[in-house]
């Protein structure tokens, strides 16, 4: 059973970046796609990016095209989420989960099994 950490996470000035870490433990990344989501205060949760099990496919949801990158190191056993121009709209707890069981990534929730605590993110002046 894969374990998930996420960090990062910090105040950020409108236009800033910042770059979250998803770092797994207890199995390889290989085994799992990988997505992030965020979840802001009274909303539901979002899927932001994703990167599937072999790193070649990956899904975008329309708010980060453009801004978020996804990318991993599988000698780290870390996936990234590097975020550009960030807006105070932003503003969230992000969460990194895993899927074991579907070849191609998804921003559905509920087909990740194993999420990490957040990591909250807070774009202000």
């Known amino acids: 059973q894969v374990r998930i950490v996420e960090s990062g996470g910090g105040l950020v000035q409108p236009g800033g970046s910042l770059r979250l870490s998803c770092a797994a433990s207890g199995s390889t990344l290989e085994n799992y796609g990988i997505g992030w989501f965020r979840q802001a205060p009274g909303k539901e949760r979002e899927g932001l990016v994703c990167i599937n099990r072999r790193g070649r496919s990956t899904e975008y949801a329309e708010d980060a095209k453009g801004r978020f990158t996804i990318s991993r190191d599988i000698a780290k056993n870390t996936v990234f989420l590097q975020m550009d121009s960030l807006k105070p709209e932003d503003t969230a707890v992000y969460y990194c989960?895993?899927?074991?069981?579907?070849?191609?990534?998804?921003?559905?929730?509920?087909?990740?099994?194993?999420w990490g605590q957040g990591t909250q993110v807070t774009v202000s002046s």
């Open positions: 989960a895993a899927d074991p069981t579907n070849y191609y990534c998804s921003l559905d929730v509920t087909k990740y099994n194993y």
